[in-house]
């Protein structure tokens, strides 16, 4: 067995979500659920078939961010992991509508800072031991610096 931690890519202006998913029909799924809950959305999708052909699937409403989840897919290699690479949305925006997919059983990450992810590689098959999104607190906020977390919340229109 063999340990790696791999860096996750993760473009300027996108955001990436990485799960675990168990069955064939997860993109499909997945672009109904990402056009439906945030239509201005552009996204990618890839899933890791984890047996038969043991392909990655993909779909997409943006080529880029589509060829990018495959490259990513590829990256991980665990099967039945998804990724969406997403922009002119947030993860908030769709975090509950993916987590209600049927075959959806766990997010790992989602967001918008680098990550990079821990695997142990048994030859045919690997294992997500976890991941790591941005970096380690530098301080405890101040009271200026939650009248800057206000403003931009509400900047961002999620707070009145």
């Given at each position: 067995m063999e340990f790696q931690v791999l860096d996750i890519p993760v473009p300027e202006g996108t955001n990436v979500i990485i799960g675990r998913s168990h069955f064939i029909k997860t993109v499909e799924d997945l672009y109904e659920t990402m056009v439906t809950s945030c239509p201005s959305a552009k996204f990618g999708i890839a899933f890791c078939e984890a047996s038969g052909k043991r392909?990655?699937?993909?779909?997409?409403?943006?080529?880029?961010?589509?060829?990018?989840?495959?490259?990513?897919?590829?990256?991980?290699?665990s099967g039945h992991v998804f990724v969406?690479?997403?922009?002119?949305?947030?993860?908030?925006?769709?975090l509950n509508a993916i987590k209600s997919v049927q075959e959806v059983t766990s997010i790992y990450v989602a967001t918008s800072n680098p990550v990079k992810i821990a695997i142990a590689?048994?030859?045919?098959?690997?294992?997500?031991?976890?991941?790591?999104?941005?970096?380690?607190?530098?301080?405890?906020?101040?009271?200026?610096?939650?009248?800057?977390?206000?403003?931009?919340l509400r900047r961002f229109g999620y707070k009145l």
């Amino acid at each position: 067995m063999e340990f790696q931690v791999l860096d996750i890519p993760v473009p300027e202006g996108t955001n990436v979500i990485i799960g675990r998913s168990h069955f064939i029909k997860t993109v499909e799924d997945l672009y109904e659920t990402m056009v439906t809950s945030c239509p201005s959305a552009k996204f990618g999708i890839a899933f890791c078939e984890a047996s038969g052909k043991r392909l990655i699937r993909y779909e997409g409403n943006d080529k880029d961010l589509t060829k990018q989840a495959i490259e990513t897919c590829n990256i991980i290699s665990s099967g039945h992991v998804f990724v969406i690479y997403l922009k002119d949305s947030w993860p908030i925006n769709v975090l509950n509508a993916i987590k209600s997919v049927q075959e959806v059983t766990s997010i790992y990450v989602a967001t918008s800072n680098p990550v990079k992810i821990a695997i142990a590689d048994m030859g045919e098959s690997r294992l997500v031991l976890g991941f790591s999104d941005g970096f380690k607190p530098l301080g405890v906020e101040k009271e200026e610096d939650k009248k800057e977390r206000k403003e931009l919340l509400r900047r961002f229109g999620y707070k009145l």
